[in-house]
């Protein structure tokens, strides 16, 4: 039980353009979704916190407006990373918990490379 | 900033037990201490957690000190496999969110 997927698994895009990945819940429905990013040799960093049906909580730093998240059901959350740059690239990683219990799960994580 | 503080690195010989520690000298009472592993290119992997009692499941035990200011997970017989790098966290629960410190990279050795 509690596992976590994420769609695309990798994604190659092109500077300027926007690129969306979802985080699904497969076995549980998650009242709370997490997303990280993860340079190369780095820890993962924090970016969102988000509730369902509400807006995400963005960490200091991140800019809401380019990393856009929805979480509209308790299965699916996705973060959409708008006008994408090199300096995108990176491995986005999300989590998710249910209410009531004491552990993240995490999804296999999204790498994504901008040209 | 990460509440936790671990070896950057560690070797251990297959077999072995692997005895990896963590430093979280400014946890408050009800955050619990959380172990994730994370296996090259993969997402983190949820190992084991505990709050003041030490803990056992298939996978590994968790030794919290009285204090609750350190703990240590243990692998009982490491395998190759066992290969990752390892995080400590601490935390309220699972809805709050993780600060990843920089962990501890094992390298299980044949």
């Known amino acids: 039980g509690a596992v976590v997927s994420q769609h695309p698994s990798w994604v190659i895009c092109k500077s300027g353009t926007s690129v969306k990945i979802e985080c699904r819940s497969l076995?549980?429905?998650?009242?709370?979704m997490f997303w990280y990013r993860q340079f190369p040799k780095q820890s993962l960093m924090l970016m969102a916190t988000?509730?369902?049906?509400?807006?995400?909580?963005?960490e200091q730093g991140v800019e809401k407006d380019k990393f856009l998240i929805n979480h509209a059901s308790l299965t699916l959350s996705t973060l959409t990373v708008t006008s994408a740059h090199p300096e995108d690239s990176s491995f986005y990683i999300c989590?998710?918990?249910?209410?009531?219990?004491?552990?993240?799960?995490f999804g296999p994580g999204t790498r994504l490379t901008v040209l | 900033d990460a509440k936790t503080t671990q070896p950057p690195s560690m070797d251990c010989a297959e077999g072995r037990a692997a005895n990896l520690p963590c430093n979280h000298s400014?946890?408050?009472?009800?955050?619990?201490v959380y172990w994730y592993r994370q296996i090259h290119s993969q997402g983190p992997q949820y190992i084991i957690h505990?709050?003041?009692n030490n803990e056992t499941n298939e996978m590994a035990s968790l030794i919290i000190t009285e204090d609750r200011k350190s703990s240590t997970l243990i692998l009982p017989h490491a395998t190759l496999r066992d290969t990752a790098v390892y995080y400590c966290?601490?935390?309220?629960?699972?809805?709050?969110?993780?600060?990843f410190g920089t962990g501890t990279r094992l390298k299980v050795l044949a």
């Open positions: 989590s998710a918990s249910l209410a009531r219990t004491d552990t993240q799960y």
């Open positions: 076995d549980f429905q998650a009242t709370t």
């Open positions: 988000s509730n369902e049906g509400s807006k995400a909580t963005y």
């Open positions: 400014t946890i408050s009472g009800n955050e619990y």
């Open positions: 505990g709050l003041k």
């Open positions: 966290i601490v935390a309220l629960s699972g809805t709050y969110k993780y600060i």
